[in-house]
């Protein structure tokens, strides 16, 4: 009989009390799209679709003792990162990411959530582009996390969004998609740039109330859609045409009195398998 096994995508990132973001909408991500999902937790958020109230960071040798778990025993197809608050944690991660050598990694520098509040260490945003760009398949950055890794003035347009894109270029990484969510117009427009291209990808924008997690959820679909086997821009492409529909699907449902969360399983996807 053939053995067979799951697409397996790992998720290292910071845990939502709520469920809406963080480690739980990584989770609910990867089983819609009928993958295998698994956790590094970095840290435990006290948060609900208000806000956040407290943060308490796990030690970086924990994070990496469960990302040594998950590779020596079950193996990875695709890593997407999400919360790293401080420099001894992105060492960390970085260090056993360069030991296991994953074909793919998503990373979402999270750093203000969709309430406003601040998740990360200010000295911690050079040790990430030090330590993890050089590392990562994709950056996706929203438009307040590009202003903070490029260190310049507030972005409010396109072509300023794709000069702070191509900056990053230039700090390590091999590609970015930048996401123009909090630009203003009908329009939503994302960027996905490369040193070579630089792609638009524009949608109709969802009103919505419930925009939690948005950033988590569009990084996990593009790292499961690696997982199953798609190239990086298809994955990009079906990743945000999967977090379109989860927003749409959630628009009118009410969770909680401030951002409620998407609706991820709108139409989930069986576990797909590989013959080993």
Same mark, same amino acid.
């Given at each position: 009989?053939t053995?067979q096994?799951?697409?397996r995508i790992?998720t290292?990132?910071?845990s939502d ?8 909408a990584?989770l609910k991500t990867f089983v819609?799209?009928g993958?295998f999902g698994?956790?590094a937790?970095t ?9 956040v109230?407290?943060?308490?960071g796990?030690p970086?040798e924990?994070?990496? !003792?469960?990302?040594?778990a998950? @590779?020596?025993d ?5 890593v997407k990162?999400g919360?790293l608050?401080? /420099?001894d944690?992105?060492?960390m991660v970085?260090?056993?990411?360069r030991?296991?050598q994953?074909? *793919?990694i998503?990373?979402d ?7 406003? !509040?601040?998740?990360i260490?200010p000295?911690?945003?050079a040790?990430?582009?030090?330590e993890? @760009? /050089?590392?990562?398949?994709l950056?996706?950055?929203n438009?307040?996390?590009?202003v903070?890794l490029?260190?310049?003035a /507030?972005?409010s ?17 091999? !590609?970015?998609?930048a996401?123009?969510g909090?630009?203003?117009g009908a329009?939503l427009?994302?960027l996905?740039?490369t040193?070579?291209?630089t792609i638009?990808?524009?949608?109709a924008?969802?009103e919505?109330?419930n925009?939690?997690g948005?950033?988590c959820t569009l990084?996990?679909?593009?790292a499961a859609f690696c997982?199953?086997?798609? /190239? ?5 492409v079906q990743?945000r045409? @999967?977090? *379109?529909? !989860?927003?749409?699907d959630?628009a009118d449902?009410? *969770?909680?009195?401030g951002h409620?969360?998407l609706?991820?399983?709108f139409a ?5 398998k590989f013959?080993i």
């Amino acid at each position: 009989m053939t053995q067979q096994r799951y697409a397996r995508i790992l998720t290292i990132a910071g845990s939502d009390s709520g469920g809406g973001a963080g480690i739980q909408a990584d989770l609910k991500t990867f089983v819609a799209l009928g993958c295998f999902g698994m956790s590094a937790i970095t840290a435990i958020t006290a948060q609900n679709t208000m806000g956040v109230t407290a943060i308490h960071g796990l030690p970086p040798e924990m994070v990496g !003792a469960q990302i040594d778990a998950v @590779f020596e025993d079950i193996g990875v197809d695709a890593v997407k990162i999400g919360m790293l608050h401080a /420099p001894d944690l992105v060492r960390m991660v970085a260090a056993r990411l360069r030991h296991w050598q994953p074909r *793919t990694i998503i990373l979402d520098p999270v750093m203000v959530a969709t309430s406003g !509040a601040r998740l990360i260490e200010p000295d911690t945003i050079a040790i990430l582009i030090q330590e993890l @760009f /050089p590392l990562a398949s994709l950056v996706t950055p929203n438009l307040d996390e590009l202003v903070l890794l490029q260190g310049g003035a /507030p972005i409010s347009t396109v072509d300023e969004m794709k000069g702070a894109a191509h900056s990053l270029l230039g700090k390590g990484c091999t !590609a970015v998609l930048a996401k123009g969510g909090h630009l203003t117009g009908a329009v939503l427009t994302d960027l996905y740039v490369t040193a070579n291209s630089t792609i638009r990808m524009d949608a109709a924008r969802i009103e919505s109330h419930n925009l939690h997690g948005t950033g988590c959820t569009l990084s996990s679909a593009i790292a499961a859609f690696c997982g199953l086997g798609l /190239p990086l821009e298809e994955a990009i492409v079906q990743a945000r045409a @999967f977090i *379109t529909r !989860a927003i749409a699907d959630g628009a009118d449902v009410t *969770t909680g009195k401030g951002h409620g969360p998407l609706n991820h399983g709108f139409a989930p996807l069986p576990m797909r398998k590989f013959n080993i």
